[in-house]
């Protein structure tokens, strides 16, 4: 099932969503400009890689210039194909304008980015001794959909499902449309526990604890930052 829009209109200019969305276009050309080898390259070295964060956690130096925490952050912007990127920058567009509305750009900013570094923990929890570069917005994305299922659950989702040559289009309830894609997500999390999986890299697996994970802290930290209270747009700086 793919978003097209929702039934949900912002009272503010969702600045934020559209620099997220803009930096992560950004991120991906430059890796689209780099030759195999140094997009290899540049992708261990910004990438979450989870073998390399446990030791720099144990205090074991991996002699990369960029310190391994800070991958936390920069994995955000990174993507693995054009459809990963695609993918993500949709529903992007179609949540994040509402939750940014609610939270106020600062805070917006903070919640997204804190939901992406731990969505990222919790794939590692998962995968602490994997080598597999791990990459994406999704993590975050899927903390943007844990706070909008809970303060937007009625709210009517237009979408899409692909089906070869056929595109049949739905209506329904954001609770039912987000709800199925959450337990989708920790399905098949479970279902794979056992394997190694990375972040939405189209060689590989897609890492489903991250984005169970981002959509459950998505809605715990949304209710710590007021996402239920409606404030002016005056307190969005």
Known sequence: MVPLKDNNPTEITPYVTYGLIAANVLAFLYEASLPPQALNGFLHLAAVVPKELTLSFAGISVHQPVPEWATLITSQFLHGGFLHLVGNMLFLWVFGNNVE????????????????????????????????????????????????????????????????????????PAYFFLGFWFLQQAFYGVATIEAPTNIGMEGGGIAYWAHAGGFIFGAILGLILGLFSDRSQEESF
Request: positive net charge.
């Open 101 to 172: 509305d609610k939270l106020g750009h600062f805070k917006y900013l903070l919640f997204y980015l804190s939901c992406g570094v731990l969505a990222s923990l919790t794939q590692w929890y998962f995968s602490q001794n994997s080598n597999i570069p791990s990459l994406g917005a999704s993590g975050a994305i899927a903390g943007v959909m844990g706070a909008y299922i809970f303060r937007f659950p009625n709210v009517e989702i237009l979408g899409v499902v692909p089906l070869g040559i056929f595109f049949p289009t739905f209506r329904v």
